[in-house]
């Protein structure tokens, strides 16, 4: 059982929508991180959110738009995508230094 | 900066057999290395790390590999594979005094275990 809740676990949208992925955690770990991973590929780095302060964008597209409300929780906001954005997205956490915890993933589909 | 080399990217082997998969670093500072697993539709699952000490690790399936600093490389070695280690393999560094999310992951390792 993995202790990353990534929701929702599939995601279908059109190039139009604004949608939202969400992830939670409460194993107390000050940051929290999303993933970008194509298939077959390792996973990219797209943000860090260090003691909820954003402190890596990794020139992520601004149709990309990363928050933190609180220790536990990260959304990943979604508007005007495009196909190619088309991935699954990992939503990991870890203590400052040492290894990361993965979610299970969102799997994004742009029509 | 930091760059991994997973060498071999698919490793096909008969159950009950050992495995080795192979991962070289490179780096100006002293890392933190971790290899992780992926199961199909899965997130990424952390099988062993290494960050001081003891340079042989031992971790989950009864996976282990062993931090070579002056070959700079971090194999990874299953005495006996089954079935279900079928996945995909990821060789991971961050730089010690880094943060861990910005580790560098290989390109990765599909490793098919065949009946």
């Known amino acids: 059982d993995t202790e990353v809740t990534q929701t929702p676990k599939h995601l279908v949208m059109g190039m139009t929508n604004k949608k939202s992925l969400k992830c939670e955690q409460h194993m107390g770990h000050r940051a929290m991180y999303w993933y970008k991973q194509k298939a077959k590929k390792p996973p990219e780095l797209m943000f860090v959110?260090?003691?909820?302060?954003?402190?890596i964008n990794e020139s992520v597209p601004s149709r990309f738009s990363p928050e933190c409300p609180n220790s536990s929780l990260l959304n990943l906001h979604l508007h005007a995508l495009q196909p190619e954005d088309s991935a699954l997205y990992l939503c990991?956490?870890?203590?400052?230094?040492?290894?990361?915890?993965f979610g299970e993933g969102s799997r994004l589909t742009v029509l | 900066a930091q760059s991994v080399t997973q060498l071999d990217s698919q490793v096909p082997v008969f159950e009950e057999a050992p495995v080795e998969l192979r991962c070289n670093y490179s780096?100006?500072?002293?890392?933190?290395l971790f290899w992780y697993v992926q199961y199909p539709n899965q997130g990424l699952q952390l099988l062993l790390k290494y960050l001081s000490g003891s340079t042989l690790v031992k971790g989950i399936n009864g996976f282990e590999a062993e931090f070579n600093k002056s070959q700079t490389s971090f194999h990874l070695r299953k005495p006996s594979v089954h079935i279900s280690d079928t996945a995909e393999y990821f060789c991971?560094?961050?730089?010690?005094?880094?943060?861990?999310?910005?580790?560098?992951f290989g390109d990765g390792t599909t490793l098919t275990v065949k009946p």
């Open positions: 780096s100006s500072v002293s890392v933190y």
């Open positions: 990991a956490s870890s203590q400052i230094f040492g290894e990361l915890f």
């Open positions: 991971a560094v961050s730089e010690a005094t880094a943060n861990a999310g910005k580790s560098t």
């Open positions: 959110y260090s003691y909820e302060k954003l402190s």
